[in-house]
């Protein structure tokens, strides 16, 4: 078998098998929130002055599936919506009481996973870790590229 495809069959064997794993704890303690609503809370609580733009580039979603979305959250009393003095017409979203409630049992769950993928990750030297990380950048890189020549804007995610 090619390595090229070897590699990119991996990942996704990977990508998969991490979400289904973690999908039986996220669903079972988040059950009243999908899967891009927890994903948007935990963006909103990680940075400041979130807006619209920003969790489309963010989600490589439309800016009206994200509006949808935040309305929902704010219908829910997840997120709330502001505008800075200085820019009235800019919306942005923060976490209201409820919504930091959802982002901390979020975090837990991730700890958890990290707690139980530790094992793993204690095997593996920082030089094997920086190469994977580069692959996946330079990668995401080149999708980024082709996604574009098909008319798509894209934003890496930094997870930095």
Known sequence: MNKEIQVIGEF?????KLIWL???KMEAQLKEYKSSEVHCIEFIGMHTDVNVTKLAETFYMTLGAISKLTKKLISKGIIESYKKPENKKEIYFKL???GKTVYTIHEKLHNEFKERDKEVFEDVKDEELDIMINFAKKYGNHLDKELKKLGFDTKIRNYE
């Open 22 to 24: 973690n999908k039986i």
């Open 96 to 98: 209201t009481e409820k």
């Open 12 to 16: 996704r064997d990977l990508l998969n």
